[in-house]
């Protein structure tokens, strides 16, 4: 089974700090994906990447940046973190196939509150 | 405009029923593909079926089935014989583009889904 490894489930920091959110997948999957989940919003892209240091802006990019130094590792970065950031946070990957019906496979999420 | 709509907002059925989640899509790709995530209160986005554009019958996964009318672009999620651990979250999602192009998943805003006893 495709492990998708959040390091945190649940975090609080505070308004200003740099926030780092790390994602491991273990299935060698070159496209990773991170996603922030808000009530009434589903979820919107971030980021994403499709390979080794390579990145794309998603939907709702401002505030963030990304890293992809190696290939199963995606981290998530708020530079400096604001109340607004507060949110539920999903990391995802999954594998370039020939068909197109290859799901991406999430981790649990991290829970993020920015006081 | 939306690419993904799921307007209902919360829905109920009872226990051993028959429950559809609608999903409507929006693309003008001929190649995609149609996800249904379930996310229970704890968290994880389960992957429950996929459907492509060009697949022709409708998919099935055990309890789980897609009633694909791609003319109206619909893409409905009917789960048979509704039990208690089905209340969650559920997502429709869409790829667009061929097969193997790097391309995201476009989520609706979900649909709640309580099964009563």
């Known amino acids: 089974d495709v492990k998708v490894t959040q390091s945190s489930r649940y975090l609080v920091k505070r308004t200003g700090e740099k926030v780092f959110l790390e994602c491991v997948q273990d299935?060698?999957?070159?496209?990773m994906f991170w996603y922030r989940q808000d009530p009434g919003l589903g979820l919107r892209l971030i980021y994403f990447?499709?390979?080794?240091?390579?990145?794309e802006k998603g939907d709702i990019p401002e505030g963030y940046s990304v890293s992809r130094e190696k290939k199963e590792r995606f981290s998530l970065i708020l530079e400096s973190a604001s109340t607004n950031q507060t949110s539920m946070y999903l990391c995802?990957?999954?594998?370039?196939?020939?068909?197109?019906?290859?799901?991406?496979?999430f981790g649990d999420g991290t829970r993020l509150s920015i006081l | 405009a939306q690419k993904i709509t799921q307007t209902q907002p919360g829905m109920f059925v009872q226990e051993k029923e028959a429950v559809t989640l609608d999903c409507t899509y929006d693309?003008?790709?001929?190649?995609?593909?149609l996800f249904w995530y379930k996310q229970p209160s704890s968290g994880e986005m389960i992957f429950l079926i996929y459907?492509?554009?060009?697949?022709?019958q409708n998919a099935t996964e055990g309890r789980y089935s897609l009633n694909f009318q791609k003319a109206r672009k619909s893409a409905n999620l009917v789960i048979s014989a509704s039990q208690l651990g089905d209340s969650a979250m559920y997502f429709c999602?869409?790829?667009?583009?061929?097969?193997?192009?790097?391309?995201?998943?476009?989520f609706g805003k979900g649909i709640t889904l309580s099964v009563r006893p």
């Open positions: 459907q492509g554009s060009y697949d022709q």
């Open positions: 990447s499709y390979d080794v240091k390579m990145k």
């Open positions: 693309t003008s790709d001929p190649s995609y593909g």
């Open positions: 999602a869409m790829r667009e583009g061929p097969p193997g192009a790097n391309s995201k998943l476009t």
């Open positions: 299935m060698d999957h070159e496209n």
């Open positions: 995802a990957s999954y594998s370039l196939g020939r068909v197109n019906n290859q799901p991406q496979h």
